[in-house]
């Protein structure tokens, strides 16, 4: 089966990635939701984002307005007009307020208070307006405007997850439902911004991986290689656990280890950094690639059977010709093309790459 969004190392372009999991729906459950709706003055809000108590899921696409957009918002708000509310989740524990929608109005008013765009060093004036307003920075604005501009009003609907208690699953089925726009939030893009944290940090930190960047090829705009990163670490940690679907499966294992208390970072760096510098030295740059796009289902199975067999000691042997064998044997090769996020599927296709190594010196 083909799927879609991950990069080859031919190009920058996101190109389809083959023996994927399908593009599941995750087992709706039954939630208790509080909510309630608040109404924040805009200087209240940009020293909420300064302080953290408002956070920012940081992924790879977080700040995607132009200037002149971000002008035209902040115009808005200047000439007295009515702007769209924002939607923040509650976190039980630290209270700290997670954006869920509105992070490109919220961060454009933090980067016109604090005076500079993302990414440029010069002060951030508006710009392209047909107002009195173009080219004027924040500490430009005339008294009244200023206070204007701090005392306007953005209404926020918040939420709170009370049962189940299992780390704010809902958060999940928010984000994906809310996620309505012409380029939706992939699987992972959503679980880097609400399970940030330092299994999050880690994750980041392995996909800078030099041998792991030449088995993949060039970054994925999509965070699909550190989707494959993820994948690797919860079907070697938790084999045993798996059940589809896969992104569920993800979730949980990416929301239970968010503060990194389960499994420590030297444990999950060597087995991660050892496995890919062993596949890249002993079957080169392709391995993941039977065919011309890296196949996800190839790279977990070879990764975990690589992992297992180190536990037992270094390969010094050379191992193409097992490599190989794998490639073309018939079983194997079905499963790395449908149904391979199916229970029996998975557990198969790693069983017989397993077996295919277990034995080399």
């Not at 939630?31 to 200087?43: L, P, Q, S």
């Not at 918002?73 to 924002?86: A, C, D, Q, R, T």
């Not at 968010?258 to 087995?271: A, L, T």
């Not at 390969?315 to 449908?338: G, H, K, P, V, W």
Request: glycine share 4%; hydrophobic share 35%.
């Amino acid at each position: 089966m083909i799927a879609d969004n991950v990069i080859n190392d031919e190009t920058e372009q996101e190109v389809p990635i083959e023996g994927d999991y399908p593009e599941e729906t995750v087992a709706v459950k039954q939630y208790t939701i509080t909510g309630y709706g608040a109404d924040f003055d805009v200087e209240g809000l940009v020293r909420r984002l300064q302080r953290g108590d408002i956070e920012i899921p940081d992924f790879q696409r977080a700040f995607v307005w132009s200037k002149g957009k971000a002008s035209r918002f902040i115009e808005s708000l200047l000439m007295g007009l009515p702007v769209p509310g924002i939607f923040l989740y509650r976190e039980k524990g630290s209270q700290i307020l997670r954006v869920i929608d509105g992070q490109q109005r919220l961060m454009s008013l933090r980067y016109y208070f604090e005076g500079k765009f993302k990414g440029s060093e010069r002060a951030f004036a508006l710009q392209s307006l047909d107002s009195r307003f173009d080219e004027l920075a924040y500490n430009d604005l005339p008294d009244q405007d200023r206070r204007r501009l701090n005392d306007s009003i953005i209404h926020a609907s918040i939420i709170q997850q009370e049962a189940p208690d299992d780390n704010g699953s809902s958060q999940y089925s928010i984000f994906e439902r809310l996620n309505t726009t012409s380029t939706p939030l992939s699987s992972q893009e959503i679980r880097s911004a609400i399970h940030g944290g330092q299994f999050n940090d880690l994750i980041l930190e392995l996909n800078e991986y030099d041998a792991w960047r030449t088995l993949f090829g060039n970054r994925s705009t999509r965070k699909r290689d550190e989707e494959l990163i993820l994948r690797f670490l919860a079907l070697h940690f938790c084999f045993d656990q798996y059940q589809p679907p896969m992104k569920s499966f993800l979730n949980q294992f990416m929301s239970d280890n968010r503060d990194m208390d389960i499994y420590e970072k030297p444990v999950m760096c060597e087995v991660f950094q050892d496995t890919a510098s062993v596949i890249l030295e002993k079957l080169g740059d392709k391995a993941f690639k039977p065919r011309r796009a890296l196949n996800a289902a190839v790279q977990d199975s070879l990764m975990i059977a690589i992992a297992r067999r180190l536990e037992k000691g270094v390969i010094n042997a050379d191992i193409t010709e097992e490599y190989q064998s794998l490639m073309q044997d018939t079983e194997f090769r079905d499963l790395i093309y449908s149904q391979t996020s199916h229970l029996e599927n998975v557990r198969r296709r790693i069983q017989l790459a397993t077996e295919a190594f277990a034995s080399v010196e």
